[in-house]
């Protein structure tokens, strides 16, 4: 059965897990059917993006621009922990919460998630940053690691997990900007929100 934890101890914070990102590639983008590849390139960037602005370990198995000086692992094996490299760099991290995204849901989200799960790693799934080839296949590979253990979250959910109080002023400015360029509404709603605060903040007696 999955387990859900609750209270604040246990959810996800900037100083308690680790990010993977795996085979996010105009290759890997081609084949995804279950998503809009826009929307689905939109997420994973926003879901980089955030990592980066909260300062959370990131180990990536494919090149993105928003890391340009740190080199990707480059596989053979389709399982990603099968890989002693990945998985010696999550140990070296040494956090036992593990977010995950990948390229096809399927398969490389799929299998290190399992693997990780049967390690005794605490391990979250980003679904909307994830891709499968068709629906179908996206939705049976989470409805395969879900039973397992893994716990599905979206990139949005992530990211206000890890902000989760408005009185963390060193992120605002950089989880705002995120949210601008890649929250759609939510964005927009935020921005507005934040002017609205700044306008009250200037009033006498605020």
Not at 6 to 10: A, F, I, L, M, P
Not at 140 to 148: I, L
Not at 169 to 181: L, N, W
């Given at each position: 059965?999955?387990?859900y934890y609750?209270?604040?101890?246990?959810l996800?914070?900037p100083?308690?897990?680790?990010?993977?990102l795996?085979?996010?590639?105009?290759?890997?983008?081609a084949?995804v059917?279950?998503?809009?590849?826009?929307?689905?390139?939109n997420?994973?960037?926003?879901l980089?993006?955030?990592a980066?602005?909260?300062g959370?370990?990131?180990?990536?198995?494919?090149?993105?621009?928003?890391?340009?000086?740190?080199?990707p692992?480059?596989?053979?094996?389709?399982?990603?922990?099968?890989?002693?490299?990945?998985?010696d760099?999550?140990?070296?991290i040494?956090?036992?919460k593990?977010?995950?995204?990948?390229?096809?849901?399927?398969?490389?989200l799929?299998?290190?998630?399992?693997?990780?799960?049967?390690?005794?790693?605490?391990?979250?799934?980003v679904?909307?940053?994830?891709?499968?080839?068709?629906?179908e296949?996206h939705?049976?590979?989470?409805?395969?690691?879900?039973?397992?253990g893994?716990?599905p979250?979206?990139w949005i959910?992530?990211a206000?997990e890890l902000?989760?109080?408005w009185?963390r002023?060193?992120?605002?400015?950089?989880?705002?900007?995120?949210?601008?360029?890649h929250?759609?509404?939510?964005?927009t709603s935020?921005?507005?929100?934040?002017?609205l605060?700044?306008?009250?903040?200037?009033?006498?007696?605020a």
């Open positions: 059965m999955s387990t609750t209270g604040v101890n246990n996800l914070a100083e308690n897990c680790t990010l993977i795996i085979d996010h590639q105009p290759l890997q983008f084949g059917q279950n998503i809009d590849e826009t929307l689905l390139v997420n994973v960037v926003g980089a993006k955030t980066k602005v909260f959370v370990p990131t180990i990536l198995t494919t090149v993105l621009d928003v890391f340009p000086d740190q080199k692992i480059n596989r053979t094996t389709l399982n990603t922990w099968e890989d002693e490299r990945v998985v760099a999550v140990k070296k040494g956090r036992k593990l977010v995950i995204a990948a390229l096809w849901t399927e398969i490389c799929a299998y290190p998630v399992l693997s990780a799960l049967g390690e005794g790693y605490e391990v979250f799934i679904t909307d940053a994830s891709g499968g080839v068709s629906v296949a939705e049976r590979a989470v409805q395969r690691m879900v039973p397992a893994a716990a979250l979206t959910g992530f206000s902000q989760r109080d009185a002023e060193k992120t605002i400015a950089g989880i705002g900007e995120i949210m601008s360029k929250g759609g509404s939510i964005g935020l921005a507005w929100e934040f002017q605060l700044g306008a009250n903040s200037q009033k006498p007696g």
